[in-house]
T-cell receptor, first 112, second 113 residues
Framework: KAGVTQTPRYLIKTRGQQVTLSCSPI?????VSWYQQTPGQGLQFLFE???????NKGNFPGRFSGRQFSNSRSEMNVSTLELGDSALYLC???????????FGNGTRLTVT | AQSVTQLGSHVSVSEGALVLLRCNYS??????LFWYVQYPNQGLQLLLK??????LVKGINGFEAEFKKSETSFHLTKPSAHMSDAAEYFC???????????FGKGTRLHILP
């Protein structure tokens, strides 16, 4: 059974640009959550999608957005990149509530 | 606000010694609790989860955790540390059926030879 796939693994962008990250869930998983991981802040919740609807949202500015497609694949977009957006972005999928999260290996975003 | 506190951002133990990683949560309602492990350059992997069936939960790689409602704690233990246990460990809480999963800031476990 294939795991959670995140693409790309590494990304280097400059300030002001925008970026799109992709996450393909495990087959049968309809919930997709996104987290930002940085050394100082740990894992911070960005948002969760379930059946193409955003079900939860963290405390991030509107520059961070996401969506989920009918096949449960999800994308997150960050516009007008700032240096502070440099982080490991993790996607986690599950069957739903009270089900453990299965994580991808993340996308390492570096903003210069 | 809901929160998860992991005491100690770094913990060092000798190989063969007891591992104890602490996690406390803030909630008056027993939550769903998880421990995850992260190895370098990888995502997180589930170690174990508590769902109210039993207060002592056994996980993979010899780890276990005990839910103590009176102390709002869910500490992770392993009787004998192995070099391969060196990683970062995260405690996570899902407070109710419609809420997001919140992670602690993580504890990096170092194993001394």
């Amino acid at each position: 059974k294939a795991g959670v796939t995140q693409t790309p693994r590494y990304l280097i962008k400059t300030r002001g640009q925008q970026v799109t990250l992709s996450c393909s869930p495990i087959s049968g998983h309809r919930s997709v959550s996104w987290y930002q991981q940085t050394p100082g802040q740990g894992l911070q919740f960005l948002f969760e999608y379930f059946s193409e609807t955003q079900r939860n949202k963290g405390n991030f500015p509107g520059r961070f957005s996401g969506r989920q497609f009918s096949n449960s694949r999800s994308e997150m977009n960050v516009s007008t990149l700032e240096l502070g957006d440099s982080a490991l972005y993790l996607c986690a999928t599950s069957r739903g509530r009270n089900s453990p999260l299965h994580f991808g290996n993340g996308t390492r975003l570096t903003v210069t | 606000a809901q929160s998860v506190t992991q005491l100690g951002s770094h913990v060092s133990v000798s190989e063969g010694a007891l591992v104890l990683l602490r996690c406390n949560y803030s909630s008056s309602v027993p939550p769903y609790l998880f421990w995850y492990v992260q190895y370098p350059n990888q995502g997180l992997q589930l170690l174990l989860k508590y769902t109210s069936a039993a207060t002592l939960v056994k996980g993979i790689n010899g780890f276990e955790a005990e839910f103590k409602k009176s102390e709002t704690s869910f500490h992770l233990t392993k009787p004998s540390a192995h070099m391969s246990d060196a990683a970062e460990y995260f405690c996570a809480v899902e407070m109710n059926r419609d809420d997001k999963i919140i992670f602690g800031k993580g504890t990096r476990l170092h194993i001394l030879p």
